[in-house]
């Protein structure tokens, strides 16, 4: 490479540095000696890699730098289907399952169906105006968990966390599986299609949130409207039959087959906890406040008010329009939303969209999940409770691990509940009422210790929706228990004991490399004896000594030999093409390879107690993924015998083809 250009900016100061490498735009001057690099995306340099990066940009776009993260902000209009497309979506499947749990008494308890709605409603009032006040508490972002950790400590922290991880994974099961009941509701031959179908949508949500959360709003915006548009359409329309006297009634039902049970007050709590399924994402707004264009916190106190009053309408009103048509859990599978839908519009052009519009809705609930999923998980990796690589956003700017991670552990729930939502329900929502306990509990601690101006009245709305959440967490427990919701009673410790762990060995790891702010770093005294590990007699191995020699005049081939006549042909070898270079020829008729290269290095250290070992590995570096199958293996058996030994380094000497064919060719000009 040429040396560079250098060339004067338009400002003082301002020096440009332009090189021959592509992937480099330019470097710019900030002081004597310092330059920062602003880089462009690296391009691929092989066939392969450039048809590989134009497939990854077709699906997911070019890559965004960090810079125009601003600009992948939302606005409200596509922040209400990102973030609340979870809540809109149960209106499709929260009434249904109250009625399934009371149809096991008979159609008579039918009549507690409002009440309870009524309710529901209720309790998501007080949720939505604590949330309201803990996003104006933590305008940078409030989610359960930051709520939890900050005010009441470390332990609440992560169970809010473990349980709204828990739901993340349970709301995308449960949507996806209604949509696709939606679905076969109106085209029953898809029935037997319903698991393949629910992880090819899980698949897609996947796919699209990969391109970044700004673009996903903006294809998910159109299926919420319309959701929304046919949604309070139907209820609209119910409603006014009704009061002219001719309200819609469904017909050609047969009740689904469901356990007879004796009615009383623990059936009214499992089908409250039922309805509260309605509920769940109702905190993805104040996790999801950085998403938001500036001002972040007005808008998203703006984005969760409209959200709740739509939920709040739609709920009560699909409730009523149940009540009223006669509405019940069906055994052909068809959705209790559907059956309203074709007594109000008829089997016309409205009631075909009411039901792809329902499906849509459904599946793109999953967003909820796939916009909080990543960003909690990164929350948490950047504080130590989760792998790292969490906390990495890829090229579109969006968490990738954690989305790929929430997708595969959704795809793996459908397998084994086959898809089943009756069945998925009862692990439902009581990860998400746990973590609204912890978040407003947090939030009256946060107001006592600030006292900022009217604390006392958010303080008052905190402790309420603590309490009321905490009395709906106590039902679910109750009422749920038996029906599968010790699962998550049992999962959620079970997360929390993993964190715990991951956070011990990230925090033993800090401890072990940490520096001490007063220690003096001097060069090393001690000299160093420089070994090449060879297997064969190889360009890597003739790299790997030209590097050594430059490190150290104490450079010496190493070279384990099963047959003594090959190795001593290696040694010729080397001492005629490499003259004074010594070589050690270690014999092992056993056949075993590292024990002896260990055995030489204990006797090489206690033979000279002062130096340095450093031990080098040629390795040729793999083009192709299946390659590293083929290549390599026994340097890193040996590499991983070596690695923490003391008084021994071992590097590392990649080796290219490239530079084995550029040196054949020197070799063919001389």
């Known amino acids: 490479m040429t040396s560079p250009e250098i060339q004067h900016g338009r400002k003082p100061g301002d020096v440009r540095v332009r090189v021959e490498r592509p992937h480099t735009r330019y470097f710019r001057y900030v002081a004597p000696g310092v330059f920062t690099a602003k880089l462009a995306a690296d391009e691929p340099t092989t066939t392969g890699g450039r048809v590989w990066a134009s497939a990854r940009r077709a699906l997911f776009g070019r890559p965004l730098s960090t810079e125009q993260e601003l ?274 519009f008829g089997r016309g052009a409205l009631w075909y969209v009411l039901q792809l519009s329902t499906m849509g809705i459904l599946v793109l609930a999953a967003q909820t999940s796939f916009a909080d999923f990543p960003r909690l998980s990164s929350i948490l990796a950047r504080d130590g409770y989760m792998p790292r690589h969490f906390a990495f956003r890829g090229e579109r700017l969006a968490f990738n691990a954690g989305i790929v991670v929430l997708a595969a552990v959704s795809i793996a729930l459908v397998v084994v509940f086959e898809g089943n939502v009756e069945a998925l329900i009862p692990l439902y929502a009581i990860g998400v009422f746990t973590a609204f306990t912890l978040s407003q509990a947090g939030m009256v601690r946060h107001w006592f210790k600030e006292r900022g101006p009217g604390w006392r009245t958010s303080a008052f709305f905190n402790g309420l929706g603590a309490v009321t959440t905490a009395i709906v967490v106590v039902i679910f427990v109750i009422a749920k228990f038996a029906l599968g919701a010790w699962i998550v009673i049992v999962i959620v410790p079970i997360l929390v004991i993993l964190m715990l762990l991951v956070h011990r060995e990230y925090a033993t790891e800090a401890r072990e490399l940490d520096v001490r702010p007063t220690a003096v770093i001097r060069p090393p005294r001690r000299r160093q004896r420089v070994i090449v590990a060879a297997p064969a007699f190889t360009r890597a191995v003739v790299q790997a000594v030209k590097i050594a020699r430059t490190t150290s005049s104490d450079v010496s081939i190493v070279h384990v030999a099963e047959d003594p006549e090959r190795g001593e042909a290696f040694r010729s070898r080397v001492e005629h093409q490499m003259p004074g270079v010594p070589v050690v020829l270690i014999e092992s008729p056993y056949r075993s390879l590292v024990r002896p290269f260990l055995r030489y290095l204990e006797v090489a250290r206690a033979e000279d107690p002062d130096a340095v070992l450093v031990v080098m590995i040629p390795e040729l570096e793999a083009r192709h993924w299946w390659e590293r199958a083929l290549f390599n293996q026994n340097s890193r058996r040996i590499r991983n015998a070596l690695v923490g030994l003391p008084d021994i380094v071992v590097l590392d000497v990649p080796y290219r083809r490239e530079d084995a064919q550029r040196a054949a060719a020197e070799a063919a000009a001389d």
Request: hydrophobic fraction near 55%; charge should be neutral; proline fraction near 6%.
């Open 71 to 344: 600009e992948e902000r939302l606005p409200k209009w596509k922040a209400l289907p990102v973030f609340s497309s979870d809540v809109m979506s149960s209106v499709a499947y929260a009434t249904q399952a109250s009625l399934y749990t009371l149809l096991g008494v008979g159609t008579i308890a039918f009549g507690w169906l409002l009440p309870i709605s009524v309710a529901i409603v209720g309790v998501l009032a007080l949720v939505t105006l604590s949330y309201r006040q803990t996003i104006r508490a933590y305008p940078n972002g409030g989610g359960s968990y930051i709520v939890a950790h900050a005010n009441l400590g470390v332990l609440p922290g992560l169970v809010a966390a473990a349980a709204l991880l828990t739901d993340y994974v349970l709301t995308v099961a449960v949507s996806v599986s209604s949509g696709v009941q939606a679905l076969y509701s109106l085209f029953p031959p898809l029935l037997p299609l319903a698991v393949p179908l629910i992880v090819l949508f899980i698949l897609f949500v996947m796919s699209i949130n990969l391109r970044g959360i700004r673009e996903s709003g903006t294809i998910f915006a159109a299926p919420t409207y319309i959701f929304l548009g046919s949604a309070l359409l139907l209820i609209a329309l119910g409603v006014l039959r009704t009061i002219l006297g001719a309200a819609p009634h469904v017909t050609d039902v047969v009740p689904a087959q469901v356990p007879a049970e004796t009615f009383g007050l623990l059936l009214l709590m499992r089908a409250f906890a039922d309805g509260c399924s309605a509920m769940t994402g109702t905190e993805a707004v104040a996790n999801g406040v950085p998403a938001f264009k500036p001002p972040e916190w007005q808008n998203a106190r703006t984005t969760m008010l409209i959200m709740s009053l739509l939920l709040g309408t739609m709920f009560l009103g699909t409730s009523f329009l149940a009540h009223v048509t006669g509405a019940l859990p069906a055994a052909s599978g068809e959705s209790v939303l559907s059956q309203i839908g074709r007594s109000v």
